[in-house]
């Protein structure tokens, strides 16, 4: 945003999107004459209100508002297309020192949604906020906070979080943070939540057939019933449906944020957000849905789903100024006509170039940076919009049938494409007595960021002077395996707990290493979402070499309400005594979570574990490379993710309230357990470390005393 607008009043407004700019240098207030006659009852704000990116002078803050029916006789006010807003911005929680008072219009065309840009604000300073339309106020009052001045030095305590499946779980964990952070002394308060994405899920019906669901979602205005082309069984419940249109997009957010709990923490902290999949499609690359078998374009349908973002999400986009010389590339919604069309060959970035699909993308970009003080540099990527296609298709899958989990080798293998094997790729890969012609023998590697959004992560991270650099990272970087090639006569391979994260693309992963260990760009942790469990754990350069070097830590917050790790695990378990004994014990009503020792530590060991009862014996037989990098798995969690920066650590807890399949209420969610870390700042020429975990509260197992 030019220097001119931090403080001038904007007359800027954006009719197709609902969005405004204001200065707080000046207050000419606004008389309320107008709404004299306008009794209090006649509109609502169901959805609440919410700030989001803040800058050392501004923020965005967002609501919707809506009439009321109405009352039976009522001539007086019919249903309006627009309805008149005022915006109200104070120092105190009182608003005795109004420094903006300013009207605006919600529209039809942004489904009565209005982002507003406050400019002219004062650095690392809380605000309180309100909407008004008629004599109807928002019900709850905004409070946000500026991030600090560009040398500030002080800590900075921020909350990362994920995945809120509305029809899995309720928010109780929102609501346990807000509970806790007005109880807290103010220095130990949440500055901002860094939100990794899955805010909605665009499907519903997403539960298993013999579970209930915590809640359901209704009929979407034009959503259709998912189906299956050869007449077997869709992947979720029976009845589910899919969006197809922006009133669907639409319908999905002002459900989910009918929540309390969730306008609860949208009104207390500012929010920063990215994209998972579940905002467009399950799986999602570039254009492209993923439902059945390779899927199929749906470029209507991203467009509308980054139109629904754009309209419902607070972000700093168009407005954000470049990063220490860096351009930004973000920028708001713009309006496009596609139509679904075959997305088209790639190019060298293998970034499909059909007009359609560009323009899909194109139509909105949220990869962005920001500054938090001298302490933080956050770098927001974008992991959906632009990566390649998966390589594990349905011929691949063919191929592997039978394998328990994608094998290592293969992915690898042709994630590298023409450079695997040293640019020497073979014409055919294997799996067992089967073989299949290489699909990608003459293809580039793949691609999880896109090549002009990788060259902008680069330079942002060699422009950055922070003490820390935190990557939020809607899927993990860590390795998450299970190590059947350590098993005897089993005939199986080492595989991936799936291939949707960057365990897909591990060329680019090991090259983005690479480049921060060349360029010795320390004290770059990434947050990451996505896997529905809390994980811990240092990336290494190449997970396979013979000996590590490491250029970073992650750490993977849970879900807030979409099920666990550990819950997909033990489902998948029931049917095979074999793979039961590795994802739990269960002794007698007691139950443990067997399958955060398998991973981190290998398939002996939890099956050790598991027939003497004893981690202890089982240690005995841990697998070092079983998930190299991994040193800590909490499956079976809800929860969120609390980090703390100092100059000398970054201290990170990680909040497991447990079940959420009921209602948790004003006090919200019991906290089950607290697992605290500590990681050293490190300099380039050493190594990043990891503390080992410390509990609050019931330990995770392995971690947990053995009964021998």
Not at 180 to 205: C, N, R, S, W
Not at 660 to 670: C, D, L, N, Q, T
Request: net charge negative; charged share 20%.
């Amino acid at each position: 945003m030019p220097e001119i607008d931090r403080r001038e009043f904007l007359t800027l407004f954006a009719s197709a999107a609902g969005c405004f700019a204001f200065s707080a240098a000046s207050v000419p207030f606004i008389s309320r004459t107008a709404y004299a006659e306008t009794e209090a009852g006649v509109y609502h704000f169901p959805q609440g209100l919410a700030s989001g990116d803040p800058q050392p002078d501004s923020v965005m803050l967002w609501t919707r508002v809506e009439r009321l029916d109405a009352r039976p006789g009522d001539q007086k006010l019919p249903s309006p297309k627009e309805i008149d807003l005022i915006l109200q911005v104070a120092e105190d929680e009182g608003f005795s020192s109004l420094i903006v008072e300013r009207n605006m219009r919600a529209g039809p065309s942004s489904d009565h949604t209005v982002r507003v840009l406050i400019g002219g604000l004062k650095p690392d300073s809380f605000y309180f906020y309100r909407f008004i339309a008629g004599n109807d106020f928002t019900p709850l009052t905004g409070r946000t906070r500026t991030a600090p001045s560009p040398e500030s030095r002080r800590s900075v305590r921020y909350v990362f979080l994920s995945c809120q499946n509305y029809e899995q779980g309720f928010y109780g964990a929102l609501r346990r943070l807000v509970n806790e952070d007005m109880a807290a002394e103010p220095k130990d308060q949440i500055e901002f939540v860094l939100h990794l994405g899955d805010f909605i899920y665009e499907h519903t019906g997403d539960v298993p057939e013999t579970e209930k669901p915590a809640r359901t979602i209704g009929k979407m205005p034009f959503g259709s019933k998912p189906w299956v082309p050869d007449g077997t069984r869709p992947w979720w419940q029976v009845g589910g449906q899919a969006p197809i249109t922006l009133a669907d997009y639409r319908f999905l957010y002002k459900t989910y944020l009918t929540d309390p709990d969730l306008q609860a923490a949208r009104a207390r902290f500012p929010f920063i957000h990215t994209w998972d999949d579940h905002e467009f499609t399950n799986d999602a690359w570039q254009s492209h849905d993923t439902y059945f078998g390779d899927g199929s374009p749906a470029q209507v349908r991203k467009l509308a789903a980054n139109q629904a973002w754009f309209e419902f999400i607070p972000a700093l986009l168009s407005d954000a100024e470049g990063f220490s010389g860096v351009v930004s590339q973000a920028h708001d919604f713009k309006t496009v006509t596609v139509k679904n069309a075959p997305l088209g060959k790639p190019d060298e970035n293998l970034l499909r170039q059909d007009p359609d699909n560009l323009n899909a993308l194109n139509s909105l970009t949220i990869y962005r940076a920001f500054s938090w003080g001298a302490m933080l540099d956050l770098v927001i990527t974008d992991l959906r919009s632009y990566r390649s296609e998966p390589v594990m298709g349905s011929e691949v899958k063919g191929l592997t049938k039978g394998a328990p989990v994608p094998p290592v080798r293969l992915v690898k293998l042709l994630d590298a494409g023409r450079m695997a094997n040293d640019g020497n790729p073979p014409e055919t890969i294997t799996y067992g007595d089967k073989s299949l012609a290489n699909p990608r023998r003459q293809s580039p590697p793949g691609s999880h960021m896109g090549g002009p959004q990788k060259a902008w992560f680069k330079s942002v991270m060699q422009a950055s002077r922070a003490r820390w650099r935190i990557w939020a990272n809607s899927v993990p970087a860590l390795s998450m395996r299970l190590d059947f090639s350590g098993l005897p006569f089993a005939g199986f391979e080492t595989g991936y707990l799936g291939t949707d994260g960057w365990q897909g693309y591990p060329y680019e992963l090991r090259e983005l290493m690479s480049f921060l260990k060349k360029e010795k760009i320390s004290n770059v942790v990434s947050c990451a979402g996505d896997y529905h469990t809390h994980a811990a754990g240092r990336l290494p350069l190449d997970p396979d070499g013979e000996t590590q070097s490491y250029a970073a830590v992650e750490f993977v917050t849970t879900g807030i309400s979409s099920g666990s790790m550990f819950f997909g695990a033990e489902r998948a378990s029931r049917s095979s005594g074999f793979f039961r004994r590795m994802v739990l014990i269960e002794d007698g009503k007691n139950l443990r979570e067997n399958f955060n020792n398998t991973v981190v530590n290998g398939i002996r060991a939890g099956i050790i574990t598991n027939y003497t009862n004893s981690a202890t014996i089982g240690a005995m037989f841990r697998n070092d490379k079983a998930s190299p990098g991994l040193s800590f798995l909490d499956s079976n969690s809800h929860g969120y993710g609390i980090a703390t920066l100092t100059e000398d650590k970054m201290t990170v807890e990680l909040v497991n309230v447990g079940d959420v399949s009921r209602e948790a209420g004003p006090e919200g969610a019991p906290v089950l357990r607290r697992t605290y870390f500590e990681v050293p700042a490190w300099s380039a020429e050493s190594e990043p470390q990891i503390s080992d975990p410390r509990f609050e509260g019931i330990p995770s197992f392995p971690h947990m005393p053995s009964s021998a």
